[in-house]
T-cell receptor, first 115, second 112 residues
Framework: AQSVAQPEDQVNVAEGNPLTVKCTYS??????LFWYVQYPNRGLQFLLK??????LVKGSYGFEAEFNKSQTSFHLKKPSALVSDSALYFC?????????????FGKGTRLSVIA | DAGVTQSPTHLIKTRGQQVTLRCSPK?????VSWYQQALGQGPQFIFQ???????QRGNFPDRFSGHQFPNYSSELNVNALLLGDSALYLC???????????FGPGTRLTVL
């Protein structure tokens, strides 16, 4: 069965510093990987996805993520954090080799960017 | 172009009651998935509808049921509500089942 782990409940970073939100996954084959962001009292907003191809994926709002198959990781990164990036971030995985499987989400990581 | 819309925004029910939540997918999307997000948790998959049929179901009891209409909109019904059903219910739409999902703002259900 597919699963996602976000090992950090909370990440704190100073404004202007680089940020990393960690995600590791477990699937039987090659994964489809996604990052979503959730602001208070809002639904999830799609940031980026990895399906195939270049391991470095660029997404919305200056975010990017690096797919590392050997480490089964898909960490979210941004070179310079903004206070407005403070939100809840979710990593999700789908195993396309197991038929019509749904997205499986991690528990989320709360990012706090301090001015 | 409207995104995914959900109604109502908030809902308060008592134990044992029944509730219906509604979702309209993003224009051009034909697949609707429902998720339950309990406080402090990630979304948990309930079920997915495509071509008016339930295509996939998560680990939720039969009290949770759904429907998809010819215009691709969808309903989530929950019977015999329990306190533990209190959560944010998210609807997500996509074009066919394998493409990225776009989420609505959710319906906050409180069961007293």
């Amino acid at each position: 069965a597919q699963s996602v782990a976000q090992p950090e409940d909370q990440v704190n970073v100073a404004e202007g510093n680089p940020l990393t939100v960690k995600c590791t996954y477990s699937v039987s084959g090659n994964p489809y990987l996604f990052w979503y962001v959730q602001y208070p009292n809002r639904g999830l907003q799609f940031l980026l996805k990895y399906i195939t191809g270049d391991n470095l994926v660029k997404g919305s709002y200056g975010f990017e993520a690096e797919f590392n198959k050997s480490q089964t990781s898909f960490h979210l990164k941004k070179p310079s954090a903004l206070v407005s990036d403070s939100a809840l971030y979710f990593c999700a995985v789908r195993d396309p080799n197991s038929g019509n499987t749904p997205l499986v989400f991690g528990k989320g990581t709360r990012l706090s960017v301090i001015a | 172009d409207a995104g995914v819309t959900q109604s109502p925004t908030h809902l308060i029910k008592t134990r044992g009651q029944q509730v219906t939540l509604r979702c309209s997918p993003k224009s051009g999307h034909d697949t609707v998935s429902w998720y339950q997000q309990a406080l402090g948790q990630g979304p948990q998959f309930i079920f997915q509808y495509y071509e008016e049929e339930e295509r996939q179901r998560g680990n939720f009891p039969d009290r949770f049921s759904g429907h998809q209409f010819p215009n691709y909109s969808s309903e989530l019904n929950v019977n015999a509500l329990l306190l533990g059903d209190s959560a944010l219910y998210l609807c997500a739409s996509s074009f066919e089942v394998f493409h990225e999902q776009f989420f609505g703002p959710g319906t906050r259900l409180t069961v007293l």
